[in-house]
């Protein structure tokens, strides 16, 4: 079993930053793939980024690159996503999530894939 909280998420205003973190514990030797994705009120889950635990390649929504960036410290069994230039757009609950099978980019767009997932936490982005 992998355990995963996240922090880190607040208000801002547009233009604003914010830096998500996740730590993972437990099972996190069966860990392959470590991804952010999101939920706004009234719409599906949506993968942000993904990043593979081993080689550290990385995946992100088309909507998010050039602001976010998603990165990892094996050390610390902790996920990142610094978030910039923040739109009113980003606004959502925002989910650390974990995958044990092989495929890391291509599961982005797939949140069934993903095996454990924290709790969320609020990211209010106002205009």
């Known amino acids: 079993q992998v355990q995963l909280e996240e922090s880190g998420g607040g208000s801002v205003q547009a233009g604003g930053s914010l830096r998500l973190s996740c730590a993972a514990s437990?099972?996190?030797?069966?860990?392959?793939?470590m991804g952010w994705f999101r939920q706004a009120p009234g719409k599906g889950r949506e993968g942000v980024a993904v990043?593979?635990?081993?080689?550290?390649?990385?995946s992100y929504a088309d909507s998010v690159k050039g602001r976010f960036t998603i990165s990892q410290d094996n050390a610390k069994n902790t996920l990142y996503l610094q978030m910039n230039i923040l739109k009113p757009e980003d606004t959502a609950s925002y989910y650390c999530?974990?995958?044990?099978?092989?495929?890391?980019?291509?599961?982005?767009?797939?949140?069934?894939?993903?095996?454990?997932w924290g709790q969320g936490t609020q990211v209010t982005v106002s205009s």
């Open positions: 990043i593979s635990a081993a080689g550290g390649s990385t």
């Open positions: 999530a974990a995958r044990q099978g092989s495929l890391c980019a291509t599961r982005l767009a797939y949140p069934t894939a993903f095996n454990y």
């Open positions: 437990g099972d996190t030797y069966s860990i392959n793939c």
